[in-house]
C-alpha cells in the first residue's frame, strides 16, 4: 500500500475513540515531575537568575570553572574510571549472561539470586562490605600475607583499584541483566544452522553469536557507563585524593565552598552528557528492535 | 503394528540397486570438487540401524531401520510426535541417538560432532542469519570452510542462480519474503555440494500454491545435483509428489516403506492407508480361504472380496478401497460380478469440492462409504436420498487386519 492511499484512508475512517489508557501514566507522571523535573528547574533556574552580575561575567566566570584544573582532572578521571568498569563489566557479565541463556535447574537459579540480592542491599552497605574485605587488615590481605603470597598488606582500596572493585560490582546486575535480555531473543535454531553448516564453535561465536548479541552489549555498555559517570558514593567511600569524580566536584562545591553556581553547572554538564548518551542508547534499542530480536 | 522389517531391508537393497543405475545425475556432479570430509560427489549412502531415543520414559523413536541410496529423496511422513524430526536430529548430530547407528556409506558417524558430518541443513524456520544479507547467509558455509574468495564469489552466484535469487544478492535476509527466505535456506544447504540434505518440514511456513511451487523446485534441483535428501514432513502430498520413498512413521517406528505409488495403493494396515488419503476402511470378519483373495462378511450379511494385505487367519478385518475407485451409479439393482464389489446403498450427503464431487454413501448398518468422482463434463449431483449402486473391482482393494 503506498502512502497516499494509507493517509486517504486514515481521513476516511471515522475518529476512534479517545485512548483513555495514558490516564494510567498519570500518578507516576505527576510524580516525575513534581520530585524530579521541577526540583531540577528551579536549581538551575534560581542558581542563574541569583547570580548578580552581567552577562559577560557569568560567561568568564563559567569558562573559568569549566576549563579549570579541577574540573578537567575530574571529567578525565570520570570518563577513564567509567571506560574501565564499563569494560570489566562487560568482559565479566558476558560470559555469566550466556551461562543464564543456555543453562537451565538450580545453577540458573543460585546465578539470578547471587546478581539480584545485592539489588535489594543499599549501596552503602554494599560499598562497607568491600571496604572491611579490601582494607589494610581486610579479609584480602589478611589471607594474602598469612599464605605468604606477600610481604606487605596490598593498597587495595582508597586508590583506583579500589573504586574500580567496588564499581564494578555494583553495576554488574545492569550490564548482566540487559545482555542476558538480548542473548534470550537470539534464536538457538540460529546456532544449530551455523553448526550444520560446518561452522566450528568458535566462528559461530563470532560470526553469528556476537554480532547478533551486540546491540545488548552496547546497551550495557551504555547503561553502565551512564551510571558510572553519575557515581558518587563508592568513589567517595573507596577512592583516594586522586578519584575525584564529578559527582563529587559537585558534592564539594555545595558542602564545602557553598558555590551553587559551579555546582549548577557542573550538574548540567553532567547532565546533558547524560542525555546524549541515552540517545544513543534510545536508538540502539530501536535497532535491536529492527534486527528482528523477539 | 505391523513390523516387516527382515523382509523390508531386503527390499531396499533391490531398490537401492536400480536408483543407482537410474541416475545419470552423479556424471553431472562429478567435476565439482568437494572438500567435505564425509563427500563424495553426488549423494552419500544412508543406512539407519536399530535407531532409538528415549525421553525419561516415553521412547519417541523404537528400533528403526531404513536404508537411503545415493542420490534418493527420502522422505519420513507421520503425524506430530510420531518421531520423525527427533530421527532427522539424530542424522544430524543435534540429538545423541540412545540405540542403533547412523552409517553414511557404511561409516559409522556417532563420533562425529555436527559441523564436522558435512551434510546440508534447511530448518522449519527457514534460521536465516538475520545480520547478513543474502549473499552472506548463502556464503556462510564456505566461509567457514575457508575457501578462497574467488572461489565462493564463483560458488554463491551458482547457489543463487539455482535458486533464482540472483537480484537480491545483496538483498537484507530480513526483508525477504518466506518463499524467498525459504530459497536462501535452500542455497545455503546446497552451495557446499553436501552429500546428504536434511529438511525438516521445510515448507511447512508458507501457503498452499508456494508450497507446491517450491515442491517442484526442491526436487528438480535434487534430482540436477543427485543429492541425497532426508525429507521431515506431515504432508503426505508434499511427501508423495517429491518422494522416491517415503517412511510413514507412527509412535516412533516406521509402519511402512516404499514408493509413493505403492504405500498410496497397498497400506500395510489402516492407519497408514487413512494416514496418506482419504480412505475407506469398511469393518467386517474375515472368512480365510485358499489362495490371494479373501471374502470380508460384513454386518449386514453382506460378503465383499479383496486381495489381503498379510497372511493373518480369520478375525476381524478391514476393507480398504479408496474414495476415487469407486464407482458410483443410479439405480438399485446390485448384480454380482465375479471380479467387482457390488453394493447398494443411499446418497447420505454430496459435497463440492471443485475437482470432484464427493459422496457419503449409505449402506446397511455400517458408516457411510466416501466416494469421489471427478467433476467432469455433463455430471450431474445426484439427489440425497437417491438409491445408487457402488462398484469397485476386487484387485483394487484390500483386506487388512483390524488392528491401528
Known amino acids: ?294 | 503394528m505391523v513390523g516387516p522389517e527382515p523382509r523390508e531391508s531386503q527390499f531396499h537393497m533391490v531398490e537401492m540397486d536400480t536408483v543407482l543405475e537410474q541416475r545419470p545425475t552423479r556424471a553431472v556432479v562429478a567435476g565439482l570438487v568437494t572438500p567435505a570430509p564425509i563427500a563424495r560427489a553426488g549423494g552419500s549412502a544412508i543406512e539407519l540401524r536399530g535407531l532409538t531415543k528415549r525421553y525419561g520414559e516415553e521412547t519417541v523413536v523404537d528400533t528403526i531401520a531404513a536404508s537411503i541410496a545415493p542420490g534418493e529423496f527420502f522422505s519420513l511422513l507421520g503425524p506430530s510426535g510420531s518421531g520423525k524430526t527427533t530421527t532427522l536430529m539424530m542424522v544430524a548430530g543435534f540429538v545423541h541417538p540412545d540405540g542403533g547407528t547412523v552409517l553414511v556409506d557404511g561409516r559409522d558417524i556417532a563420533a562425529v560432532p555436527p559441523q564436522k558430518r558435512g551434510f546440508g541443513m534447511v530448518f522449519q524456520n527457514y534460521a536465516i542469519f538475520p545480520h547478513l544479507n543474502v549473499f552472506e547467509n548463502i556464503a556462510f558455509p564456505l566461509r567457514a570452510r575457508h575457501w578462497a574468495k574467488d572461489m565462493i564469489e564463483a560458488r554463491v552466484s551458482w547457489a543463487l542462480e539455482l535458486v533464482q535469487l540472483t537480484r537480491f544478492a545483496d538483498r537484507d535476509a530480513r526483508q525477504l519474503s518466506g518463499g524467498q527466505q525459504q530459497r536462501v535456506a535452500l542455497a545455503r544447504a546446497i552451495v557446499f555440494h553436501p552429500p546428504l540434505v536434511l529438511m525438516d518440514e521445510p515448507l511447512g511456513a508458507l501457503d498452499k500454491n508456494l508450497r507446491f511451487e517450491m515442491q517442484v523446485e526442491i526436487k528438480e534441483i535434487q534430482q540436477r545435483l543427485g543429492m541425497t535428501v532426508l525429507y521431515v514432513t506431515h504432508d503426505q502430498e508434499e511427501a508423495m509428489s517429491m518422494s522416491d520413498r517415503i517412511a510413514i512413521m507412527n509412535h516412533g517406528r516406521i509402519d511402512q516403506v516404499g514408493p509413493p505409488g505403492e504405500v498410496y495403493e497397498r497400506p500395510v494396515n489402516p492407519f497408514v492407508g487413512r494416514f496418506l488419503g482419504e480412505a475407506n476402511l469398511i469393518d467386517g470378519t474375515v472368512i480365510a480361504e485358499g489362495g490371494d483373495i479373501a471374502r470380508l462378511r460384513l454386518s449386514s450379511g453382506q460378503e465383499l472380496r479383496a486381495p489381503r494385505s498379510n497372511s493373518r487367519g480369520p478375525g476381524r478385518g478391514m476393507l480398504f478401497i479408496r474414495p476415487e475407485r469407486v464407482e458410483i451409479a443410479p439405480g438399485t439393482v446390485a448384480s454380482a460380478e465375479p471380479s467387482a464389489n457390488v453394493l447398494a446403498g443411499r446418497v447420505r450427503r454430496c459435497s463440492f469440492l471443485g475437482n470432484i464431487l464427493r459422496y457419503a454413501v449409505d449402506l446397511d448398518g455400517a458408516p457411510p462409504v466416501t466416494v469421489d468422482l471427478q467433476n467432469a463434463a455433463g455430471v450431474a449431483p445426484l439427489p440425497v436420498g437417491a438409491p445408487v449402486v457402488l462398484r469397485w473391482p476386487v484387485a483394487d482393494s484390500l483386506i487388512l487386519a483390524g488392528d491401528g
Open chain 1, 1 to 294: 500500500m503506498t502512502v497516499a492511499t494509507l493517509t486517504a484512508a486514515a481521513r476516511a475512517a471515522p475518529r476512534a475513540p479517545r485512548d483513555r489508557t495514558l490516564l494510567l501514566m498519570l500518578p507516576a507522571g505527576a510524580m516525575l515531575v513534581v520530585m524530579f523535573l521541577a526540583p531540577l528547574v528551579l536549581f538551575f533556574v534560581r542558581t542563574f537568575t541569583e547570580f548578580d552580575g552581567t552577562a559577560a561575567e557569568f560567561i568568564d566566570q563559567a569558562r573559568d570553572l569549566l576549563l579549570s584544573q579541577a574540573y578537567l582532572t575530574a571529567l578525565g578521571t570520570t570518563n577513564w574510571i567509567s571506560l574501565i568498569v564499563t569494560a570489566t563489566v562487560l568482559l565479566i557479565g558476558y560470559p555469566i549472561a550466556y551461562y543464564l541463556t543456555t543453562a537451565t535447574g538450580i545453577g540458573v537459579r543460585i546465578v539470578v539470586l547471587s546478581i539480584v540480592l545485592p539489588y535489594f542491599t543499599s549501596i552503602i552497605v554494599r560499598t562497607f562490605s568491600w571496604m572491611v574485605l579490601l582494607g589494610e587488615h581486610g579479609l584480602v590481605n589478611n589471607v594474602l600475607v598469612a599464605s605468604g603470597l606477600v610481604n606487605h598488606p596490598l593498597p587495595l582500596m582508597y586508590n583506583r583499584l579500589g573504586v574500580l572493585i567496588g564499581m564494578s560490582y555494583v553495576l554488574l546486575p545492569y550490564m548482566v541483566l540487559t545482555l542476558y535480555a538480548a542473548m534470550r531473543a537470539i534464536d538457538p535454531s540460529l546456532l544449530r544452522a551455523a553448526a550444520s553448516l560446518g561452522a566450528s564453535g568458535s566462528y559461530t561465536f563470532w560470526r553469528v553469536y556476537f554480532p547478533l548479541s551486540l546491540p545488548g552489549v552496547l546497551s550495557g555498555a551504555l547503561i553502565v557507563y551512564i551510571l558510572s559517570i553519575g557515581f558518587f558514593i563508592t568513589p567517595a567511600l573507596m577512592g583516594g585524593q586522586h578519584d575525584i569524580m564529578i559527582a563529587m566536584l559537585i558534592d564539594r562545591a555545595l558542602e564545602v565552598a557553598v558555590d551553587w553556581p559551579s555546582a549548577a553547572l557542573m550538574s548540567l554538564t553532567l547532565l546533558v552528557v547524560t542525555l546524549v548518551l541515552y540517545t544513543v542508547y534510545y536508538r540502539i534499542a530501536d535497532i535491536r528492535r529492527l534486527i528482528g530480536a523477539r
